[in-house]
């Protein structure tokens, strides 16, 4: 902040130091997603392979670009079993469509570092416009040297959208699985060109 006398006037690029071109680390990042089960549970699963790319604009955050490629057999629920109807043909199909994948079309600031991020989602053979709510968790420089930014996100979609559509009726009424999944995101995103420490 600026001070002129009784005026408080904000910093106009205050995150202008994160400007950048960043890689996720996918091992300290998590790609995650619920979904209730049997109208009465949330299961929880991770992706455990995948990358992406952060373009971050520090000065114009809007001018900010994300691009992320997620391996649909790596989803791992907790158990085998489940692990291998989800990523089977009644679900992500994982044998014909090993990716899915996501890129921004525009960023929004919705103020206190927080972004609404615009995008396509594409899933199998289609691909959807999704919005993710993201906030700016923190940047620091790392024990080794390294210059990372931190970002926590969620999404909500419906997973019928893109035909993930199986499901079994359940005798008191209701479904097995619901259509609606909730996406997580939590991660660490490296600078790929480091800069001098200040």
Do not use: C
Not at 31 to 58: C, P, Q, W, Y
Not at 110 to 126: E, P, S, V
Not at 148 to 170: I, K, P, Q
Request: glycine share 10%.
């Amino acid at each position: 902040m600026l001070s002129r006398g009784e005026i408080t006037v904000p910093d106009l690029a205050p995150h202008e130091k994160l400007t950048g071109l960043y890689t996720i680390d996918p091992v300290h990042s998590t790609i995650g997603l619920s979904v209730r089960h049997a109208m009465i549970t949330n299961v929880r699963a991770e992706f455990t392979a995948f990358e992406g790319l952060l373009k971050l604009d520090g000065r114009r955050p809007t001018r900010s670009e994300a691009y992320l490629s997620v391996q649909t057999g790596s989803l791992e629920t907790g158990s085998p079993e489940r692990d291998a109807h989800v990523t089977g043909p009644d679900f992500l199909d994982s044998a014909s469509f090993p990716l899915m994948s996501f890129r921004s079309t525009e960023v929004r600031d919705a103020g206190d570092d927080r972004f609404r991020m615009a995008g396509h989602l594409r899933i199998k053979d289609l691909e959807l416009p999704v919005d993710i709510d993201l906030e700016l968790v923190g940047a620091s420089r790392d024990p080794d040297g390294l210059d990372r930014v931190g970002f926590e996100g969620t999404a909500t979609l419906r997973r019928s959208d893109w035909g993930l559509d199986w499901n079994s009726a359940l005798a008191g009424g209701g479904v097995l699985i619901s259509d609606k999944v909730k996406l997580t995101l939590d991660v660490s995103a490296v600078r790929l060109e480091q800069t001098d420490a200040a």
